[in-house]
């Protein structure tokens, strides 16, 4: 089974995409913030990351630094726009 971390810190949102991948059969856990999530990935395995850039504790792109040796792919999730943004979100993979 294909086993997803979503880091989302609006519980709604995050449970809202539990749910709807839940139905297509993946297992999924939630973090609703950074700190949360690094110790999850201590404990556990994933095959997926969604990842919110604007989280408590530890932000998105502090965390994808952490993520990245995991060989963990991740897929954003962020309501920022800027280019800034989007350029930075690229160049951490």
């Known amino acids: 089974m294909i086993c997803i971390l979503i880091v ?3 519980k709604a ?7 709807s ?12 913030d950074g700190a ?6 201590e404990k ?6 969604l990842l919110d850039v604007m989280l408590p504790e530890i932000d998105g792109f502090e965390l994808i630094e952490y993520i990245r040796p995991l060989e963990i792919t991740v897929i954003f999730l962020t309501a ?3 280019v800034q943004d ?3 979100g690229l160049r951490l993979g």
């Open 36 to 41: 949360e999530a690094a110790e999850l990935l």
């Open 21 to 32: 991948l839940a139905k297509e059969n993946y297992h999924c856990t939630c973090a609703f």
């Open 86 to 88: 989007r350029v930075r």
């Open 8 to 10: 989302e810190d609006e």
């Open 80 to 82: 920022k726009a800027s």
């Open 13 to 19: 949102i995050s449970n809202l995409i539990r749910m």
């Open 44 to 49: 556990n395995r994933y095959d997926l990351i």
